[in-house]
């Protein structure tokens, strides 16, 4: 796990919560999922135990994201998805093809949030960027079918 759930304990104590069973099977799930949604987080939490509901979930994921433990994104446009809070600010790049999550390090971005720092005085807030594309898997699947429908294109049009 990521983060220790001792962490997780003291940091809960230290503002007056306690660090409830479903809160660790919440934060366990968003640990081992990492992007994950509000309802793959309960089918995660679910197998372990099966009382929890959806309203638990959602209510849990925004404590633990006022408490710094969490954070979401949009990534599309279904439900934000959760990861711990504790890893490095970065940027999401999706996949508009096989629907896969890139993290890209913010440092990347260096330069685009420095002009709008500097042409619109813009802070811009990173981890809830998303940038959406094709993964190198899926653009080089999407080069090689183009490549083909040329080269039949090509020999059908030669007859």
Same mark, same amino acid.
């Given at each position: ?96 093809d096989c629907s896969g999550v890139i993290e890209?390090?913010?440092?990347? +971005? ?29 653009? +080089? ?9 040329t080269a039949v294109t090509a020999v059908t049009?030669?007859?």
């Amino acid at each position: 796990m990521t983060t220790d759930s001792t962490d997780w304990k003291s940091d809960l104590r230290q503002r007056g919560y306690r660090l409830t069973p479903q809160r660790q099977l919440v934060l366990e799930a968003v640990d081992a999922l990492e992007h994950a949604t509000p309802d793959e987080i309960l089918v995660k939490v679910r197998k372990t135990a099966s009382g929890v509901n959806i309203s638990t979930v959602y209510r849990t994921l925004e404590l633990l994201e006022e408490l710094g433990l969490v954070s979401h994104a949009h990534l599309g446009h279904g439900a934000p998805t959760y990861h711990l809070a504790d890893r490095h600010h970065h940027l999401h790049l999706v996949c508009r093809d096989c629907s896969g999550v890139i993290e890209a390090d913010v440092e990347v +971005a260096a330069e685009f949030t420095g002009k709008l720092r500097e042409t619109f005085g813009f802070e811009t807030d990173m981890k809830h960027f998303a940038i959406f594309g094709r993964c190198a898997e899926c653009a +080089a699947k999407a080069a090689a079918a183009e490549t083909t429908v040329t080269a039949v294109t090509a020999v059908t049009t030669e007859k």
